[in-house]
């Protein structure tokens, strides 16, 4: 080979070198390129992960968050559900209340306006005779109704009752409980024990007018019963007297009064108004008194044990004599001091197999 050959081929070769490593360089530069772009990438997908990471937590945080927020609000709106239905509760019981107010209400109306026809009624009351007898009683005003107790008690064979004139001595006889009577050649022996009732000790009575009734007072004493109540009917049955048909006509002999009731209902208050009626009785006429008629109902009442202070109940007595004979030796016996007696008031003995009632009335005190 020629010297100038060699140089050729020596001259390609450094050109084919000079490509060569342009070539390097330039793959080198887009490796380096490479390189940085790919640590960009891993730096951009660092960044995405840790921005998902943090709005993952974030997004659970919020999460968590809306939950409580929705328990709290659950609970808020369970309190002011359980509000409402108290309210809702309360404004029925309200109502209720209401209710009951107002008919209370109507009843102390209709009670008002009953009282107030007994108020506009005539507040005359039947005429009784009285007369002052030069007595006092001492103590504090006061309105009160005053009642006679009369008891009716049902004695059992072989008993007896005994009033003494003193309590103390009634008393002593209870005490000694067992007593031995001497009747003739035989001796009993009988138990006081002591007499008790039950009695009312508070009452309290509602009363109304009654519109079919009237009590007739002032009545002449001189004149039957019967005659009384047949006039009485001929002049208050006259349309002309103000009256009306007659249903049924009573006379109250504890009062002397006579209480008529009419078939109708608007008669009786014409009469009570106007009071003072002339009755022809024949012979002569008479004023007599009209007023309403009071029915009376009992709305409250209590009881209490009464005890007869002087009265004891002998017991345990055998039919050995006749009646009288019997009493008047317990009479005679209970007399005695000398037997825990004192002056013996009254007595009845009720012999075995005999039935007697014996009536009990008020145990008035001695006048000082």
């Known amino acids: 080979m020629s010297t100038e050959d060699y140089s050729l081929v020596d001259g390609e070769s450094l050109r084919s070198l000079d490509h060569v490593l342009r070539e390097i360089n330039k793959y080198k530069t887009q490796h380096e390129a490479l390189l940085a772009e790919q640590k960009i990438l891993r ?11 943090k ?5 659970e945080e919020r999460k968590s968050s809306i939950e409580d927020e929705k328990k709290k609000r659950n609970m808020i709106i369970q309190k002011e559900k359980a509000k409402c239905r108290a309210v809702q509760d309360q404004n029925a019981d309200l109502q209720t209340e209401i209710l009951k107010v107002k008919e209370e209400l109507h009843n102390l109306d209709q009670r008002n306006t009953s009282l107030k ?14 007369v002052f007898r030069g ?18 008690y049902p004695m059992e064979g072989g008993t007896a009752l005994i009033t003494f004139e003193e309590e103390d001595v009634a008393q002593k006889i209870l005490n000694l409980k067992d007593h031995s009577v001497e009747l003739g050649d035989c001796t009993i022996t009988i138990q006081a024990k002591p007499i008790q009732f039950l009695v009312p000790d508070y009452v309290e009575m509602e009363t109304q007018v009654c519109p079919r009734r009237i009590l007739v007072s002032n009545l002449p004493k001189e004149e039957p019963e019967e005659r009384v109540l047949d006039k009485l009917d001929i002049h208050f049955s006259r349309t002309r ?9 009573d ?12 078939v109708d209902d608007n008669i009786a208050k014409g009469l009570s108004d106007k009071q003072d009626h002339e009755v022809d ?18 709305s409250q009442m209590s009881i209490c044990d009464s005890v007869c202070l002087r009265t004891v109940l002998l017991t345990g007595i055998p039919d050995i004599m006749d009646k009288d004979n019997l009493q008047d030796n317990l009479e005679i016996h209970f007399q005695k001091s000398a037997n825990g007696g004192g002056e013996v008031e009254g007595i009845i003995y009720n012999p075995p197999g005999h039935t007697t009632l014996a009536l009990f009335d008020e145990d008035c005190p001695k006048d000082s």
């Open 117 to 130: 026809k007994q108020t506009e009624i005539s507040t005359a009351v039947p005429e009784r005779r009285v």
């Open 55 to 59: 709005f993952k937590k974030r997004s």
């Open 241 to 249: 007297n103000g009256g009306g048909e007659v249903e049924d006509k």
């Open 43 to 53: 730096d951009g997908i660092d960044n995405n992960n840790d921005f998902a990471k």
């Open 281 to 298: 009785f024949g012979k002569r006429k008479y004023r007599v008194k009209v007023t309403p008629f009071l029915n009376g109902e009992i």
């Open 251 to 262: 006379m109250l002999h504890d009062s002397g009064t006579v209480v008529i009731t009419f």
């Open 135 to 152: 007595n006092t009683k001492e103590g504090a005003h006061a309105v009160c109704f005053d009642v006679k107790p009369c008891i009716v």
